[in-house]
């Protein structure tokens, strides 16, 4: 799976987010993580 974009609702103290794939500094990336503990919401719907 590609990510192209995520919107981001309600986790934490972010009530509205979204991450670019497609844009700096993302898109430059060789390499990213997207971490949390066991819960926090890491899974893609």
């Given at each position: 799976m590609i990510l192209?974009?995520?919107h981001i609702?309600?986790?934490?103290?972010?009530?509205?987010a979204e991450l670019d794939f497609d844009q700096k500094?993302?898109?430059t990336a060789r390499?990213?993580?997207i971490?949390?503990?066991t819960?926090?919401?890491?899974?893609p719907c």
């Open positions: 192209k974009k995520i609702h309600n986790i934490a103290s972010l009530e509205n500094p993302l898109s390499l990213f993580l971490c949390g503990d819960g926090s919401g890491k899974t």
